[in-house]
């Protein structure tokens, strides 16, 4: 990992000034696929969804509850550097879409969940 603090290429840096940085295959696809995917609008817009979806899930435990209740199955939290994350987060969302269908109207049908709390979660 390339943290500044305390990652692997600190720890070379603090034993060998004069090394060279390069990332692992597996983080030089992740920044490839997000360069890829910026800069294709819809595609962008689809995975910034994706992962908002995910966060507003995770933002209550009321809606968690929902999750649970209805589908069964947790909404995994996005990661940033990890792919699969997005692709954990949409096979739950297409094996599972009637579910969620269910989900979303139980969400729109409580009186407890205000536009604000819909809104600033997101």
Known sequence: MAGNLIGIQTRVKNFAPNAIFTHCLAHRLNLVLQNG??????????FVNLTDISAYFHSST?????????????IPQFGQTR?????????????????F??????????????????????
Request: net charge positive; glycine share 4%.
């Open 62 to 74: 009321s809606l968690i509850n929902v999750i649970d209740s209805v589908v069964g199955k947790r």
């Open 37 to 46: 995917c910026n800069m294709n609008s819809k595609c962008r817009i689809f």
């Open 101 to 122: 269908i269910t989900v979303f109207e139980t969400i729109i049908i409580d009186r407890k969940s205000s536009a604000e709390s819909i809104c600033g979660s997101i």
């Open 83 to 99: 792919w699969s994350s997005r692709s954990n987060i949409l096979n739950l969302l297409f094996n599972e879409w009637l579910n």
